[in-house]
């Protein structure tokens, strides 16, 4: 019933125009989707790598005084540091991660098609703050009257927390600070309010104690979340056995809110499934997919820079279709289609 | 300066008089204050363990269906398991706690000077509900109009969480949930509104990135909580170079708040020293502690359930005054006074 575009994977780092100087683009990922003024619009996760030189890890950061980016080299033998993962730099015990190998920042692309689609010549939302110093990571965008509500993964040294944003028109933007204190990710705004209160999805993630797992919250400002509740966790033995987490904003149905996850195996490979949740008390489970709706089966999901990954912060609806734009590998975007219908007789 | 109470421990394990049956006390410890109808009012946490029993590691928990705390049997031998830590069961990797070996509940002591206390023949909060399955810990109080409002810190195989509940009397209780999302503890609420919000610090605990630090929130509602700052981290190469968390309500003066913290060095040793907040924007810091104010030198703070700790919840102020009760050696409770402006004067 699921079926993948022809043409994927939709978007690669080779077609993106505009790297910094001094470095790479590896991935073109992890897009937040929405329509407006007839236009598909992607808020594409770019993760752009400092080209390596001799024998020094080079480690991109934004330097706050001067508000640019900058790249320290690391000795490969400073016995410091674990290399060992490409994507960041582990303190020797691998207890913390000290430095990220790359920078994210948040750039628009956009279609007519849904499936062709052209970057803006300058990012929209890129490292500006102390929270972003690491970088700006897997937008999900929520239409609520005239305002898209972005929030996005803020990386630096204090941790990883969840920022906000808005625009009316994705040409201007505000920024609205830290919603999600951290550890906090995988923040999914529904697009309506529960008894005069915004609500979301949110994923702590856990010290010591817990999984990785999908949280409520409810708000009546989208600055200030509180009424948290525990939605779901990790099924063990499961396709979703190690940690999941909200992907794309929930859809709503009559039935309830369908919400597209991604769910981790003990192998991390990651795959996507549903979830169906109750209108009134959207933190109740009325079903959960037993199998994943996607999963990394095709080479472009096999192989890449974190392979076996499919992983999805947005989609659009079209008819009674979803298009489901999601990170592949780390390093590419894909697009598959399924009905609503099909997909909510597959969870009864 | 400073000045240790005669009678130190002036709390004990030994003399609390309720046990559960099967249960043996082994910590009277963090507590939070509060002066209440001229009795001092101590909200104690009470940690009690299952009496061990054989070959097998007892773990207590609290049955949530049969709403009562129920005790399983670990076997010593079983691979699953790490049992270095008389305190808690991790998993073989040491990555995850899976069990507490005890379970903590907070009961009021009253005293008419301050020293000499005796406890309720109840609890006052106990675990009740999903988060608290493992516990309720480290209570503190801020009075404001009058409410005194008490956050804690909930422990359920869910997470670590700051939960929330209020009284007007020390008799009866109202819960409000969960503020603060997990992995978050150490939670002290400002006594006085800024902007008409109320205030807080609290310490977000980092997965992989950041590190164990004060931040700063507000909240038009005390249930729902935003605008996070950070307000400072541990310190390398000082007496809170490891970790640091809000200990007592601030105490407000004429030069700014003064917050009475806790800091970690790199061998867990717990002392207690002082920031110097801005009246107006209390997420930036005027002054620190370069030498700890109270730091495990006595006996009974150097030895116990964890050696080498003194972590303080509530104070009371008397004339010029902090009556600081801190939990020593996750065991007991001691007393120190010191002159507000004589500690002033330490950090100018």
């Known amino acids: 019933m699921l079926e993948r575009e022809i043409t994927n994977p939709i978007i690669t780092p080779e077609q993106f125009p505009n790297a910094m100087e001094g470095f790479e683009v590896f991935g073109t990922f992890n897009a937040g989707a929405t329509i407006h003024d007839s236009e598909t619009i992607l808020l594409v996760r770019v993760a752009q790598k400092p080209i390596q030189k001799g024998s020094q890890i080079m480690v991109p950061f934004l330097d706050l005084d001067n508000k640019q980016i900058v790249v320290n080299g690391l000795e490969k033998s400073n016995p410091e540091f674990d290399f060992s993962d490409t994507r960041v730099v582990w303190d020797a015990n691998k207890k913390f991660i000290k430095y990220l190998t790359s920078i994210s920042g948040l750039w628009i692309a956009r279609s007519k098609d849904g499936i062709k689609f052209s970057f803006d010549s300058k990012p929209f939302i890129f490292p500006e703050t102390e929270w ?182 947005g989609h659009t609806i079209v008819d009674d279709e979803i298009q489901i734009y999601y990170g592949i590998a780390d390093r590419s975007i894909a697009l598959a289609k399924v009905s609503i219908k099909e997909t909510l007789d597959s969870l009864s």
């Open 132 to 313: 972003e110093t690491w970088g700006c990571e897997d937008a999900r965008i929520t239409k609520i009257d005239d305002t898209y509500w972005i929030n996005y993964t803020a990386v630096s040294e204090r941790g990883i927390a969840t920022a906000l944003a808005s625009t009316k028109d994705f040409t201007s933007l505000e920024r609205h600070g830290i919603i999600f204190a951290a550890p906090n990710r995988d923040v999914a705004v529904f697009s309506e309010k529960l008894n005069g209160n915004y609500i979301a999805l949110h994923r702590p993630m856990p010290s010591y104690v817990g999984t990785e797992s999908i949280w409520f919250a409810d708000s009546q400002n989208m600055t200030h979340w509180g009424n948290h509740k525990f939605v779901a966790g990790p099924r063990s033995g499961n396709w979703d056995s190690q940690r999941i987490g909200a992907g794309s904003p929930p859809i709503r149905t009559n039935e309830g809110w369908l919400e597209i996850y991604h769910g981790a195996d003990d192998s991390n490979r990651y795959s996507l499934g549903a979830m169906l949740l109750d209108l009134r008390e959207p933190w109740k489970i009325i079903a959960r997919s037993s199998k994943p709706l996607i999963e990394p089966t095709e080479k472009y999901e096999k192989e890449g820079v974190y392979p076996n990954v499919c992983f999805t912060c």
